[in-house]
């Protein structure tokens, strides 16, 4: 460690009394990333203006969720596509009723099959 004349600052021995207050770890604004990131706020300010900011980023912000979740299923494949039809839906009480078997049938499927049991009847 040191001796007891001198602090250890970030690795570097400094007599008692003495600060360092401008070193190349904390140069304000003298980073050219820094001054790239705030011309560049800037610019999106002054072409979008502040109104459509907000817009701007809700529209990232969905285009990121429906990746998200596009990617989900791609690594999910046995969720089924489509919701299973509750008992409760008035097209799978009719088809119960004419007893049309509606497992693994869409909602076209089941409509057309009660179309040709009515036409037969």
């Known amino acids: 460690m040191g001796t007891a004349g001198s602090c250890i600052?970030?690795?570097k021995q400094l007599k008692l009394g003495t600060v360092e207050l401008w070193n190349e770890?904390?140069?304000a604004l003298g980073?050219?990333?820094q001054i790239l990131l705030i011309l560049g706020v800037l610019a999106v300010?002054?072409?979008w203006g502040p109104q459509k900011i907000p817009e701007l980023a809700r529209s990232i912000g969905r285009?990121?969720?429906?990746f998200d979740d596009a990617s989900k299923g791609l690594t999910n494949p046995l969720s089924p596509s489509q919701p299973a039809l509750s008992t409760s839906d008035p097209l799978?009480?009719?088809a119960h009723k004419l007893g049309i078997n509606t497992q693994g049938k869409?909602?076209?499927e089941i409509s057309d099959e009660i179309v040709r049991a009515a036409q037969t009847k």
């Open 45 to 47: 300010i002054l072409i």
């Open 25 to 27: 770890n904390n140069m």
């Open 63 to 66: 285009a990121r969720k429906e």
């Open 92 to 94: 799978t009480d009719t």
């Open 106 to 108: 869409t909602r076209q």
């Open 9 to 11: 600052n970030y690795g």
């Open 31 to 33: 980073d050219p990333f």
